[in-house]
Structures are given as C-alpha cells and as structure tokens.
C-alpha cells in the first residue's frame, strides 16, 4: 500500500534530497565537500533570518536542545521555561540534567506561552539567565508568539532567549536576527524534508557572551570548537555526509519554490484542516494553533488508538496520536514540508470514512467541503 507521513515528524522526503543522497560520498576534508557545506549554511541563514552564525551538528533536534542548555548555562544558575506540551518539559529535563533549575511557567491545557507572563517572571526574578520556549509545541498542536516574547527578553541584559523551532521553522513565520531571538533550534526531519539526524542551532552575538563564560560539561556539542570549524567548511567530527547533501538540495529547492510560499502553504493547509475540524464537529486541542501539526480530540465513544491504527490500514495514512497524558486522547495531522492540498483533502476523506467506520456519525463529505471552501480563500 501506498503510505504517507502525515505525522509531524518524520515528514514525506523530497524527491530530489533523495536522489542528492543517494550518490557516493565525497570525504568531508576535501573541497568538493567544503563548498556544499559551506553553501548549505549560507542557505540556512536564509531561512533563520538572520546574518549571524549557525552551527549544523549531526544528531537529532534533541542534540542541538542539550547541546543549547550545556552552552549557555552553568549548574546553580536559573531559567525560565515556558511549557505547553511535551517539548516544553524537555526543556526542564535537560536544566535538570546540567544543574540548571528551571522555573516553569505553563500555562492551561491547549494555552501558549503567555509573554506579559515572561515579562513578570524576568522582572521578579533577575537571576534568570535564559527563557525557553517552544515556537510550536508539537504535541498539543500549541504556536507561542516567540516574537513578542523576543520583544520582551532582549530588553533584559543578563537572558537570553531559546527558541525550539524545530517545528515552527519553515512552517511559520520567524525572523531570528530582527525578533531577537539569541539561540533557535531546528531539525532535518520537520520541514526540511529530509530523514532525521541532523539538527540546527543558530547563536546571537547575547548569546555567545554567555557561552564563553558558561562552566557546563560539553565535549562533542561545543558550539566554540564547532564555529571554528564551520567557519571553514569543516564540522570538528565526521560531519553525516549524505544528510548534508540532502539538505543541500532541499534548501535549493525551498530556495527556488519560496520560504513565505511554503509558510503561506503551511498556513493554508492548517486552516483549511481545522474548518474540516469545526464542520465535522471535532474539537481542536489547541487554543493557539500551529502551522505545524493540527490537534484534534477523539471523540469519547471512539479510541484515539484505534482510530490511528485504521487509517494506516486502510489508507496509509499515517497521524501521530497523543503523547504522554493525551495518549489516545487525540491525533496529530501535520501540515509540514513537503505537503499540498491535495494531500490535505486525502487525509480528511480518510478521517471521515474512518470515523463513520467507528460509529461517528458523518455527513460524508462535510469536512472535504469546508477544506475546499478555506483553500479557495486563498
Ligand atoms: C520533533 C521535535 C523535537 C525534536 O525531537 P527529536 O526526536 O530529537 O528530533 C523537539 N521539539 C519539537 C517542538 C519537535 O517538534
């Protein structure tokens, strides 16, 4: 059966990363490889936005996280980080793991990250060295407003904004450099549309001020060593040669189809799946939602499991269903990368047959219609 991705993360390969993959590998010290290299991150800037340094490490988005944490800070010192899923309570794993000790600020169940919230917590507390927020929290389906909480953050001297875009990158609107941002991670297998392994970090000049100074343990994800060598073309280790040379030509091809483009498809795509939402009377999950990934609640009478499981069966249609406490609770569609419209009406005309299958009753056809009523809106 044919399958696709739906899931937010992996996402569907694009056909020319693979073909860019597949060919025999040029040693990572020579200069055929030095120039792709170097291209690759010039590309990167590009859809970070901003003219300042990036740093890509072969390890999934996770590595760069940790690698984020053991950078900036030193055990004893405090952080604040906002959590609205899964990704967020990494974020406090990894300051627990480095002796960090986090301050959570979460907010209700499906609620972004509130940024007066932010703005209170730096103004009461000025040992806090670092914000962390997701831009989009996978998996509730949650987008925070990291602009505003970048507004915010660059006026406080001594913290520095973390941003984990590994979602929200190339989906969503994001501006590093003008938005303040001091340190955005991202990863290959989100809107890159390549396999997992690789993972992005870009670093403010706030940000390595800290760095230099932070007394954390690091030895493989350290970002000074790593800039030395980025700087040349190089990577300290044995770069993941086939991952840079699929990236390479992911980015060339978001280059030639257009960064706002694949946004703005995103973003289309995403609403066009929560009108399905509404006219198949599904509730959404999420209060503020993502481009990314759309959250939506199994109906009670209905296993989010089972649910999952029957439109891979059928269809091969592959969703993520919840994580954590909201395991079973709901699926995950994700609008990201390498995804259309017709796509889009695909995996509701599963989800509705599906449902109908379950028991829940359907008009048939009620959430393809209102996905093509919100695609013709532009
Ligand atoms: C996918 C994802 C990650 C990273 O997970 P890995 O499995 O380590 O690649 C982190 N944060 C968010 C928001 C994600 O979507």
């Known amino acids: 059966m044919k ?16 073909v860019a993959m597949s060919g025999p590998l040029p040693h990572h010290r020579k200069d055929a490889f030095k120039k792709i290299f170097s291209e690759t991150r010039e590309m990167l800037r590009n859809v970070f936005k901003t003219s300042g340094d990036i740093l890509v490490l072969a390890s999934s988005g996770t590595g760069a996280m940790e690698a984020a944490v053991a950078n900036l800070l030193s055990s004893g010192e405090e ?21 960090v000790r986090p301050h959570i600020l979460a907010p209700g169940p499906g609620q972004a990250v509130d940024p007066a919230a932010v703005q209170s917590a730096l103004k009461a507390n000025s040992n806090l060295r670092a914000v962390f927020v997701q831009a989009c929290e996978t998996s509730t389906g949650v987008a925070s407003d990291v602009e505003k909480i970048g507004s915010i953050v660059r006026r406080f001297e ?41 993972s992005f970090v870009s670093i403010s000049p706030k940000a390595w001020k800290k760095i230099e100074t932070s007394k954390s343990p690091r030895y493989y994800f350290d970002f000074r060593k790593e800039l030395k060598n980025q700087k040349e073309g190089q ?26 483009r ?21 509730d959404q999950y999420s209060k503020s939602p993502a481009n990314a990934v759309t959250a939506l609640r199994v109906p009670d009478a209905i296993g989010g499991a089972d649910l999952v499981e029957r439109l891979r069966e059928e269809f091969g249609v592959v969703v993520a269903g919840g994580q954590g406490e909201l395991k ?3 699926i ?10 017709v796509d ?17 009753p359907v008009e048939l056809g009620a959430g393809v219609s209102a996905a093509m009523k919100e695609y013709l809106r532009g």
């Open 344 to 360: 889009t009406v695909g995996v509701i005309a599963a989800l509705e047959i599906t449902l109908k299958r379950l028991g829940y």
């Open 235 to 260: 990577s300290a280790w044995t770069p993941a040669i086939s991952l840079i040379l699929g990236l390479h030509a992911a980015l060339r091809w978001i280059d030639d189809f257009g960064l706002d």
């Open 158 to 198: 001594n913290s520095c904004l973390v941003v984990d875009a590994i979602a929200a990158l190339g989906v969503s609107p994001l501006q590093t450099e003008d938005w303040g941002l001091d340190v955005v991670v991202s990863g290959s297998q989100k809107a890159f549309m390549i396999p997992p392994g690789l």
């Open 3 to 18: 399958q696709r991705l739906f899931t937010p993360g992996p996402t569907e390969l694009l056909p020319e990363a693979q």
């Open 332 to 341: 995950r569609i994700a609008h990201l990368g390498y995804y259309d419209f």
């Open 262 to 282: 694949l946004v703005a498809n995103a973003n289309r795509l995403s609403r066009s799946t929560r009108a399905a939402a509404v006219a198949l009377k599904l």
């Open 328 to 330: 079973g609770k709901i």
């Open 79 to 99: 952080a604040l980080v906002g959590v609205s899923g899964k990704f967020g309570e990494r974020w406090v794993e990894l300051c627990k793991a480095y002796g």
